[in-house]
């Protein structure tokens, strides 16, 4: 099992910056990738941003050259540095990581981020 909790959601102008935090804890010694996604409204939850093991990142275009996901291995945490944030980018944001050979999938409960206009 895998424990993921994350922090550092808020309420931030248009334009303004926040950095999410995961930190995960349990059987994480083959942890594949973590990472971020959040939810959409008629739709379950769309990717935001992963980082694999080997450091390859991946981002939804909507935040490519706006977020910055990183991963400090030695700590299993995983950030999401998300800069000039817009309304749209209102939504619970959910921690993700895969694990094992069979990838298994764990979620984080969310953190919400508010950005009023």
């Known amino acids: 099992q895998v424990q993921l909790v994350e922090s550092g959601g808020g309420l931030v102008q248009a334009g303004g910056s926040l950095n999410l935090s995961c930190a995960a804890s349990?059987?994480?010694?083959?942890?594949?990738?973590m990472g971020w996604y959040r939810r959409v409204p008629g739709r379950q939850r769309e990717l935001v941003a992963t980082?694999?093991?080997?450091?390859?990142?991946n981002y939804a275009d909507s935040v490519r050259g706006r977020f910055t996901i990183s991963r400090d291995k030695d700590k299993n945490t995983v950030h999401l540095q998300m800069n000039s944030l817009q309304p749209e980018d209102t939504t619970v944001y959910y921690c993700?990581?895969?694990?094992?050979?069979?990838?298994?999938?764990?979620w984080g409960k969310g953190t919400l981020v508010t950005v009023s206009s």
């Open positions: 349990g059987t994480i010694f083959d942890l594949e990738f």
């Open positions: 980082i694999a093991s080997g450091r390859r990142t």
């Open positions: 993700v990581a895969d694990r094992g050979p069979l990838k298994s999938r764990y």
